[in-house]
């Protein structure tokens, strides 16, 4: 079955950086778009990024364009979001998702989710 | 703040039927098709709905939804303790080339 673990979350100060990774399972990787969500403590969900199968297509929300750069290694099935120049308001569990294309698309299967935490 | 409209809580008893609304705009719900998910706190969310009422396998037929104009809905009948979870709709919008997602409704079976 799909299956999809994030990894990487920490504490971490504002300015830092931070590397969250996607391990994906149960289903060909290459196939597929895939997005980050995030939900930061006591609010709902966000869209984070997107990025094509291939790798051409990727798109970020308004809040993180600049700082947040989304990318995949096909051969490894998995993905990535680089976090740079890290604020307080980027704390959140990060959510990785598999996207269905097409008629304005759904995430079908996503992963549990792992913790960023931006504190001095 | 977020774009589509939710409200933040309901409610229901066991075997009741409740529904959830989600309001947008002509720019979103209004040219795109809605998605349903389900979200207990410290999980993974689950896809509940796709393309405003497809019910993805797995998914009890006692769980439905509907879009009409720039809104939408969500409704489970026969409700039960496990119901009890975040709710919240999505919906790509183009100006984004990203998704927006509702504020969320917590539901509560009583």
């Known amino acids: 079955q799909v299956q999809l673990v994030e990894s990487g979350g920490a504490l971490v100060k504002p300015g830092g950086s931070l590397r969250l990774s996607c391990a994906a399972s149960?289903?060909?990787?290459?196939?597929?778009?895939m997005t980050w969500i995030r939900q930061a403590p006591g609010k709902g969900l966000e869209w984070v990024s997107y990025?094509?199968?291939?790798?051409?297509?990727?798109n970020y929300a308004d809040s993180v364009k600049g700082r947040f750069t989304i990318s995949r290694d096909n051969a490894k099935n998995s993905l990535y979001l680089q976090l740079d120049s890290l604020r307080l308001e980027d704390t959140a569990v990060y959510y990785c998702?598999?996207?269905?294309?097409?008629?304005?698309?759904?995430?079908?299967?996503w992963g549990r989710g792992t913790l960023v935490t931006v504190s001095s | 703040q977020s774009v589509l409209t939710q409200p933040p809580s309901a409610s229901g008893t066991p075997g009741q039927r409740v529904t959830i609304s989600c309001s947008g705009s002509?720019?979103?719900?209004?040219?795109?098709?809605v998605n349903w998910y389900q979200h207990l706190p410290g999980t993974a969310p689950k896809l509940l709905i796709y393309?405003?009422?497809q019910r993805p396998s797995g998914v009890p037929d006692r769980f439905s939804a509907s879009k009409s104009g720039t809104s939408a809905s969500l409704a489970i009948s026969g409700l039960q303790s496990e119901d009890e979870a975040d709710y919240y709709c999505?919906?790509?919008?183009?100006?984004?080339?990203?998704?927006?997602f509702g504020g969320g409704t917590r539901l509560t079976v009583l």
């Open positions: 998702a598999r996207l269905i294309t097409g008629d304005g698309g759904y995430l079908d299967s």
């Open positions: 149960g289903f060909t990787f290459t196939d597929y778009y």
């Open positions: 990025i094509s199968s291939t790798t051409i297509y990727t």
């Open positions: 002509s720019s979103n719900i209004g040219i795109n098709t």
């Open positions: 393309y405003n009422d």
């Open positions: 999505a919906t790509w919008v183009d100006s984004l080339n990203g998704w927006m």
